[in-house]
Structures are given as structure tokens and as C-alpha cells.
């Protein structure tokens, strides 16, 4: 399993940024894949879920309406589009096969800051 993330940088509040994960290794097209935000000291938070069809999506209750998640199977490429950002939300972003932390990649870190 390779996930790889980008797109993450510093951002002012209110702003937006698209992340993405290419995935490899394993059948991305069967998977469920989730993104997962992590601040040193604070417990892991799923932002969001997504199923292999992209029939079944879960939001963290904090980014619902903000934060959208969707996946190109074709292109084996899972992204998250975050909007009206906010300081809360800065954190390392993580892509996740499944919901195993254990089988995620390198992170992208996103700082929301003025």
C-alpha cells in the first residue's frame, strides 16, 4: 500500500485548498478510504469517509457544509476539498485505507493562520 498526499500549505481563515492522495499498491477502486487530521497532543479526528462507489460519505461533525471528500477511481486518487477554513482546522492531513491508521501515507500539513 503507497498513499501519497499534497496540496497542503498555509492558508488564511475563511480560505479553501484541494488535497489530494494517489494511491497505489492495492485495489483503490474496492476500498474505503478516509482522511484523518491529527494535532501533536491531541487525539486522531476522521474527517471524512468515503465508500468505493462514492455512495456512502461520513463527515466529522465539525467540517460538515466546509469540507468535501470524492474519488477518481479511474485515476486511483482520493481528494478532500476544505472551504471557509478555519484556525481549528489546522493539522496534519492524513489519507487512510479504510479506517487502518496503520496503512496511511506520509501526511500533508494544513495551517489556517492570519
Known amino acids: 500500500v503507497r498513499l501519497v498526499e499534497s496540496g497542503g500549505g498555509l492558508v488564511q481563515p475563511g480560505g479553501s485548498l484541494r488535497l489530494s492522495c494517489a494511491a497505489s499498491g492495492f485495489t483503490f477502486s474496492a476500498a474505503y478510504m478516509s482522511w484523518v487530521r491529527q494535532v501533536p497532543g491531541k487525539e486522531r479526528e476522521r474527517v471524512a469517509r468515503i465508500s468505493p462507489a462514492s455512495t456512502t460519505i461520513d463527515y466529522l461533525d465539525s467540517v460538515k457544509g466546509r469540507f468535501t471528500v470524492s474519488r477518481d477511481n479511474a485515476r486511483s486518487t482520493l481528494y478532500l476539498h476544505l472551504s471557509s477554513l478555519k484556525t481549528e482546522d489546522t493539522a496534519m492531513y492524513y489519507c487512510?485505507?479504510?479506517?487502518?491508521?496503520?496503512?496511511r501515507g506520509q501526511g500533508t500539513q494544513v495551517t489556517v493562520s492570519s
Open positions: 487512510v485505507k479504510g479506517t487502518n491508521w496503520g496503512e
